[in-house]
């Protein structure tokens, strides 16, 4: 149903539980809106004044106050209850890494640090591109995100993830992608006058291309001069 | 306080007889004239923040593009009428600014409040005049001091209304140096004068009312109104204490927000939305005060549950403060901590639901009549239904994770601030302007604006869900820029052609307030059979509110088609005989 209303086509592993409580809560508000338009316009025509008439003189009804309060608390609290799982699931205990990198935002770009042939990052063969992130399709991304000057945000909107880079603190994201492509990723947080157009291009490859691209970064990195020393 | 109020019973209309123009219209300690005042600098701002959405929703709908009739706007604000990012960036930042703080704010709180405080729970005036005019002309200074912004080097502020740091700590971030200042100042002058006009409100309900007024005698707009002033009391200070900080990391070299320094930026937006939330509910409240009185009084019928409807303004009042993780879901803030706060969050959904189910109690079995204040109420009402609905999804965590800082917030806040707030505005202005100006409004008028209002407004803001579904980020001054977001290039059109209407239709609601202040019908004491106490006195009221002794109350606000008179409805100080036992 979602790409009827322009969701972006998923490509995550966590991406389809998202996109089923975006989808019940869409159902739960459907059926309340209806319902509470049906009464009203019903109560507006039936009740619309007319010679002679006078309205019922009625205070209240406590019976019907406890029904709905109760009622639409129920319905809010178990749906907080059915997120949480989900959101455990991707925020606090992520499944372990296959791969790792580091991004950092700057105004106007998405520095990627891939870490280079030891596989550690904050080594010396560490390896900095800006705005290019090629990953390893049905692996386990992890990716320290910071920030060296105003909050930024990572958004991969096909993965229905985002998260803020904030200057000062390394936060630690994952998704994993299930299949491959380009995508875009922008950054969603107001971060300058650069803001509007600042985004980095995510690829997705199999384990081979994957390699290969990797192999031929590692042998002709960058100039690392740019992108060193922000303002 | 006692001998405020014995001199208000007694002298005040001699006082006043010999007031000239200066203090009759100018440095005025009239509430009435007051919250007059307050109404013509919000809609005076309202022109302004109007004008920026507009020229947003061209760039928007037609990037990069020069907009028609602007040529003469010097550089660098604007290219031969092209919007630059920077000025893009400034524009939302003061539409935010200017709506929240100086219309909304000084219409629900400054107009509605000042005016109907006093005359709703029999008062001859504020409890404290002088500090009353005070609060008005610090909060006009505070209004040049953010207008001046635009014309210092470097424009306003562009940092958003959030003004997030450090992106608002650092001159260079932004490129806006005094701009940014002057907003803070701005905002902090007009944090002084919204806890002088809170401070009025409180001691004026708390201690002012008539005889037989009790607190569950209040009309409802007067109990949001109570509330309100409560937590404007305890929010303000926070925010001024917010941004003096910013202030200090910007003009002080301290490192609050900066972690250059040992600061934390997610400091200010803890601070910053512990503000921030109950502000939500400043601004609506008391447009929930008012569609109460307006429905109750054009449905003929009490309000259906009146203590339930005080109780749930009461629980959000407590809630707001517990509620504001959920705009730094996706901040970095501790996950765990997230979950507590969407929660909360859920919860504070149920007393919203509660007025919307007392509201439609109150239309079942009435017997409505259509005036467009009605109109605008019921609006209010159908409109709040969608902005409240459209919260859930922002309240569940991971789907918040995807339409944090989209068009489905910016949906979602105007379906609140304008559909809400704003109808509710409408709905006030329509309903207490013969009391305020003596004069009827022009009922057809009103309705045509009404209409155009109504559907230009839903053609403007319900798209932005699906741009927000889409995933078209807030604050992009360029959305053809992303590949991504190419498919919706139409719906940003339709959008913003829809938005010029709606921007177009307002010059109604201005022009039949200005033609009905000459031309209008002359308005009676009591035109809309209603009976709360500011209709028991002719219209505009005199100094001092009534010309002879103050009334006294023997009922709740809302007895209409009561069984016990003929008539459909009974003033709240109107005396039976038979009555009197039930009234003690």
């Known amino acids: 149903m979602l790409e009827y209303l322009y969701f972006p086509h998923d490509i995550s592993t966590y991406g389809p539980k998202i996109d089923w409580l975006f989808e019940l809560i869409f159902w739960i508000v459907m059926v309340v809106w209806i319902a509470v338009m049906i009464a009203m316009v019903v109560f507006m025509i039936r009740y619309r004044a007319r010679p002679g008439r006078k309205a019922e003189y009625i205070e209240g009804n406590s019976r019907l106050e406890i029904i709905w309060t109760t009622a639409t608390a129920a319905i809010l609290v178990v749906l907080a209850f059915m997120s949480r799982s989900t ?69 991969i909107p096909n993965m229905r993830l985002r998260q803020d880079a904030v200057p000062g603190r390394i936060i630690h994201v994952w998704f994993e992608a299930t299949e491959t492509g380009q995508y875009e990723f922008p950054c969603s947080q107001l971060c300058g006058f650069g803001h509007s157009g600042m985004k980095g291009n995510l690829t ?3 384990q081979e291309d994957f390699d290969k691209w990797l192999k031929d970064l590692y042998a002709n990195p960058p100039a690392p001069a740019e992108g060193a020393s922000p303002k | 306080m006692s001998s405020t109020a014995a001199v208000a019973v007694h002298g005040v209309r001699a006082e006043h007889h010999e007031l000239g123009f200066w203090r009759t219209y100018i440095f005025s300690e009239d509430h009435k004239m007051i919250g007059r005042q307050f109404l013509f600098m919000a809609l005076f701002m309202m022109s302004i923040g109007g004008l920026m959405a507009m020229l947003m929703r061209w760039e928007l709908a037609f990037p990069e593009t020069q907009v028609p009739g602007f040529h003469w706007v010097p550089e660098p604000f604007m290219y031969d009428g092209a919007i630059p990012p920077n000025t893009y960036n400034a524009m939302f930042t003061m539409h935010a600014t200017i709506m929240i703080f100086f219309v909304v704010m000084p219409i629900l709180v400054g107009c509605f409040g000042n005016f109907l405080i006093p005359l709703m729970i029999g008062a001859r005036d504020m409890a404290f005049p002088k500090l009353n005019m005070l609060s008005f002309w610090v909060g006009a200074v505070a209004g040049v001091i953010l207008l001046s912004s635009f014309f210092v080097t470097g424009g306003p502020a562009a940092a958003g209304w959030t003004s997030y740091a450090p992106l608002s700590a650092v001159p260079i971030y932004t490129g806006v140096d005094w701009g940014q200042n002057l907003w803070c100042i701005s905002i902090i002058v007009l944090g002084a004068s919204s806890l002088m006009g809170s401070i009025n409100y409180i001691t004026t309900i708390i201690n002012m009312r008539t005889r037989g ?11 949001s109104l109570f509330i309100t002033a409560i937590l404007l009391l305890l929010a303000l200070p926070v925010l001024t204490t917010a941004i003096a900080l910013l202030l200090f990391d910007r003009l002080g070299g301290t490192h ?63 809630l707001s403060w517990i509620v504001w993780g959920h705009h730094m879901f996706v901040s970095g803030m501790d996950p765990v901590l997230g979950s507590s706060f969407m929660l909360t969050t859920m919860i504070i959904g149920v007393p919203s639901a509660i007025k919307t189910f007392n509201w439609l109690g109150t239309l079942y079995k009435g017997n ?95 798209p932005m869900h699906i741009l927000g579904m889409a995933g078209h980020m807030r ?21 913003s052609i829809s938005a010029f209407v709606l921007g177009a239709a307002q010059f109604l609601l201005l022009a039949n307030m200005i033609w009905s202040y000459f031309k209008g019908a002359e308005a009676s004491e009591n035109p809309w059979h209603a009976n709360t106490l500011e209709w028991t006195t002719p219209s505009p009221p005199p100094h001092g509110n009534w010309p002879g002794p103050v009334p006294i109350v023997y009922r709740g606000p809302y007895e209409y088609s009561s069984p016990e008179v003929a008539e459909d409805f009974l003033p709240q100080s109107q005396l039976i005989e038979h009555s009197m036992d039930k009234a003690n």
């Open chain 2, 475 to 495: 604050r992009i001054y360029n959305p053809q820029q992303y590949d991504f977001l190419k498919p919706i290039i139409p719906i940003n059109e339709f959008i």
């Open chain 2, 368 to 462: 409505i009549h259509y005036t467009a204040a009605m109109m605008n109420a019921l609006a209010f009402v159908a409109m709040f239904v969608i902005g409240g609905l459209s919260g859930i999804w922002m309240a569940c965590t991971p789907v918040d994770m995807y339409i944090h800082d989209t068009y489905f917030i910016v949906a979602h806040i105007h379906y609140v601030l304008f559909g809400g707030s704003l109808f509710g505005v409408f709905a006030g202005i329509t309903y207490w302007y013969p009391k305020m100006f003596g004069r009827m409004m022009n009922e057809a008028l009103g309705k045509i604006h009404f209409w155009i209002t109504f559907v230009s407004f839903n053609c403007t803001f319900f």
């Open chain 2, 256 to 318: 609050f927000f900066l972690p250059s320094g040992g600061g934390e930026p997610l400091l200010w937006q803890h601070l910053f939305w512990f503000f921030g939330h109950p502000e939500v509910y400043i601004m609506i409240l008391p447009a929930m005060g008012i569609a109460s009185d307006v429905i109750a009084t054009f449905s003929r019928k009490p309000i259906f549950g009146y203590r339930a409807m005080a109780y749930a303004m009461i629980a959000i009042a407590f």
């Open chain 1, 87 to 155: 959101w455990a699931d991707i925020k606090e205990h992520g499944p372990p890494g296959d791969v790792f990198y580091a991004v950092t935002g700057k105004q106007f770009n998405w520095e990627i640090t891939y870490p280079g042939y030891d596989g550690k990052l904050g080594t010396k063969d560490d390896v900095t591109v800006e705005n290019e992130l090629h990953v390893p399709v049905n692996k386990v991304v992890r990716i320290d995100l910071t920030s060296k000057d105003v909050i930024h945000s990572f958004y």
């Open chain 1, 204 to 206: 997705v490859q199999s």
């Open chain 2, 213 to 223: 007024m009790y607190f569950f005698r209040l009309p409802l707009v007067i109990w």
